[in-house]
Nanobody, 121 residues
Framework: QVQLVESGGGLVQAGDSLRLSCAAS????????IGWFRQVPGKEREFAVA???????????EYADSVKGRFTISRDNAKNTVSLQMDSLKPEDTAVYYC???????????WGQGTQVTVSS
C-alpha cells in the first residue's frame, strides 16, 4: 500500500520560512509526478507546486502564481523524499498542506494525511 507522509508544518510569523517534507513508501518518486496542494476550511483544495513530467520523460517544476518566487520544490530520489521550502510566508499561506503523487497524465491518486501550516501576522 502506497503511503505518503508529510512533516514539517507548524506556526510561524509572517516573513518566516518553513520546510515541509513528504516521504513515500511503496512508490518510487523518480517515476511519478509529485505535487503539493493546500486547503483552508470551507475552500477547495488548491494546487501549489509540482514536479511535472514531459512526454519525453524530462521533469520540470510548476508553481502556482500565488507561491511563485517564494516556494521551492525539490526531491531526493535516493531518500524517496520531496521537500517544499517556503520562504517569505504570508498569513494567506495558512492552510493544511498535502503532498500527492500520480502517474504522468493520470489523476492525483495518492495523498498524504496533511500537515498544518499557520502563519500569524
Amino acid at each position: 500500500q502506497v503511503q505518503l507522509v508529510e512533516s514539517g508544518g507548524g506556526l510561524v510569523q509572517a516573513g518566516d520560512s518553513l520546510r515541509l517534507s513528504c516521504a513515500a513508501s511503496r512508490l518510487t518518486y523518480s517515476t511519478y509526478e509529485i505535487g503539493w496542494f493546500r486547503q483552508v476550511p470551507g475552500k477547495e483544495r488548491e494546487f501549489a507546486v509540482a514536479f511535472r513530467r514531459t512526454g519525453t520523460g524530462l521533469y520540470y517544476k510548476e508553481y502556482a502564481d500565488s507561491v511563485k518566487g517564494r516556494f521551492t520544490i525539490s526531491r531526493d530520489n535516493a531518500k524517496n523524499t520531496v521537500s517544499l521550502q517556503m520562504d517569505s510566508l504570508k498569513p494567506e499561506d495558512t492552510a493544511v498542506y498535502y503532498c500527492a503523487a500520480r502517474s504522468p497524465g493520470g489523476n492525483w491518486s495518492f495523498w498524504g494525511q496533511g500537515t498544518q501550516v499557520t502563519v500569524s501576522s
